[in-house]
Each structure stands twice: as C-alpha cells, then as structure tokens.
C-alpha cells in the first residue's frame, strides 16, 4: 500500500557489540552498501538502486565510516551496509546517478526502499549529533553506527525519530484537503504536523486538525504508520471525522483547504486543479483509503 514498511532486515543489534565481526561482514562478498553522498541524494543505477560491494570498491574505508544495518533475514551471510561519501571525491562509473530521494521513491521498489529509509534516517542523525548534547566535546560514533558516545563526560546518544501526525478528516462523505503555499502548484494533501512534547499522538491530531483548519473532530482512530526519513520521521496516521464543516486557516500554516466530495475528485484531477502527494506515501494511501470507501479508484485519473 505505501512505501517503507516491509524491512526485512533482521537489525542483529548483538553483533553490532564486535567490531571484528563487523568489519569481516563488510569485506564480505555478499554485502550490500547502499551508498549516499554529502546531499542525501543516494547511489542510483537506470534499473533502480545501486546497490555495491566490497569486492567492487577500490579501497574498503575505514570500518567506523559505515553502518551496519543488519543482516538478510533469509540469508544470514549477506551483511547490509551505509555510508555517506563525499561526492566530489567519489568517482562515478558511467551507469551510476546521485538521486534525491524523495523523487526517486517511485522507482525504489520494496523491500529496498525500506532499508534504505533506515539507513537514510540514521546518517542523517549521525550528521546532526557530532557533538555531545550536555558538554558539547566531539562525540564517538559507536556500536556500528548505533550510537554515538561522549569520551569528555560518558553521556551516550541514541539515534531519534520524530513523531508527526498526518490525518484524513471528512464530514459525510467529503475529505479535507490542504496545501502549504510552498507547495508545487495544485498539490494537495491531508493534514498533518509534528506530536509536541506530553501529547499523546491522538491529543496532538485533534489540536493540529484545529489549529490548522479550524475544525473540531471526534476523537481519532488509528490507521497505521510509516518512516518518513525526510529528514527523520515517522508519520502516524489517523482517521478523524469533523464535528461541522466550517473552515478557519487558524495558524496561517496553509494557504488554502477544501473539501472534496466522491462526485467533484474526478473532475479535479483530471484538469489538473487537484495533484495528489507522491504514491507510495501515508498522505496517498489515506487519500485512497477514503476513496476505496466510496468505491472509487483513483488510478482512473492519476499515474502513478
Ligand atoms: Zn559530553
């Protein structure tokens, strides 16, 4: 249904404990290193991801330069690997592309595109936290890229996620759509927005359902839930039904929200007033959970 939820690597946190182990596993014939470069644009080939090996790099760097992922939960001998590189040392062979990853979802098929959502989120973390949060000495990379460790005063950081809500509210049978002026143009989404500290995740949909729009909702229920490394996410999704349809842009956050019905979303895709967030994401598949209830297909009018 969307992208980022079929990881079918198997993390073995204990070996991440033995350097020695780690560092045969990455010189291993069957590793695979999913590279990215200094932009988060990651390794690609024509055919999808380019996934190298050690037997493929001219020189293997240095062990602590690359995080290991874990291990192919069907085969226990093929070790997963990142990195960053930086891109102007890094030569290219003819077929290999830097790509962003976000536009480059639709062509990372699964269970790939989740992995490399995994390894996306952690070097972006390792990029922010260089420093020690409570002394601010230069802070270790340890445990194969699971944590980093401060030698000045012993504190230990872990890698973090940031919650955000995302949620489809309809009354009747309408859902609210809304975008951002920042937006492409005609590009509409769900709501969505980060938990704040001591909210529960249904506390924080309810207050930026009203913030946002300005609408009160009946108390939301779970859809489901996916990383989003953009840069270090993860979305939860709800569903939430509006107690009156009257629209407030309250916080000025978005620049225009509407509702639209089973009848009109046809029409507004198809003259391109209305353009639908990546496929592949949480935003789609709530937007297409709505529509399926009202036995609509939306690939009628969009490609995806
Ligand atoms: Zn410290």
Same mark, same amino acid.
């Given at each position: ?32 290193? =999913?590279?990215?470069?200094?932009? @988060? ?26 995080? @290991? ?22 030569? #290219? ?5 830097? +790509?962003?990853?976000? #536009? ?26 260089? +420093? ?32 955000? =809500? ?21 590009? @509409? ?25 300005? #609408? ?5 229920? @779970? ?20 107690? +009156?349809?009257?629209?407030?842009? #309250? ?42 209830? +009202? ?10």
């Amino acid at each position: 249904m969307f992208k980022f939820n079929h990881n079918f690597l198997d993390r073995d946190s204990l070996s991440r404990t033995d350097p020695v182990a780690i560092k045969n596993r990455l010189a291993s014939t069957k590793s695979k290193l =999913i590279l990215f470069n200094n932009r @988060y644009q990651v390794l690609m080939q024509p055919d999808g991801l380019h996934l190298t090996n050690a037997k493929h790099l001219a020189n293997i760097p240095d062990s602590k330069q690359w995080i @290991y992922l874990g291990h192919s939960e069907f085969d226990p001998d093929e070790p997963w690997f990142c990195a960053r590189v930086n891109d102007s040392e890094f030569e #290219l062979s003819h077929h290999q592309q830097w +790509h962003d990853l976000r #536009l480059s979802l639709p062509s990372i098929t699964e269970p790939t595109a989740s992995i490399v959502a995994y390894a996306k989120a952690l070097l972006y973390w390792h990029s922010q936290h260089k +420093h020690c949060g409570k002394c601010g000495a230069k802070a270790e990379v340890h445990m194969s890229g699971h944590e980093r460790h401060c030698p000045a005063c012993d504190h230990t950081m872990y890698p973090r996620t940031d919650p955000a =809500i995302i949620i489809a509210v309809t009354y009747n049978e309408q859902l609210l759509l809304a975008r951002q002026a920042s937006w492409p143009k005609a590009r @509409y989404s769900v709501l969505a927005g980060f938990v704040e500290p001591g909210e529960s995740f249904e506390h924080a949909a309810i207050r930026e359902v009203k913030e946002e729009s300005g #609408l009160d909702i009946h108390f939301p229920k @779970y859809f489901a839930s996916q990383p989003w490394p953009f840069p270090c996410s993860i979305m939860i999704g709800f569903l939430a039904e509006a107690k +009156h349809q009257n629209l407030a842009l #309250l916080d000025q956050e978005l620049e225009h929200a509407v509702w639209v019905s089973p009848e009109n979303i046809g029409s507004l895709l198809s003259n391109g007033e209305l353009k639908l967030p990546t496929y592949g994401s949480i935003s789609h598949a709530l937007i297409e959970h709505w529509a399926n209830t +009202h036995q609509l297909n939306l690939s009628r009018w969009i490609d995806n």
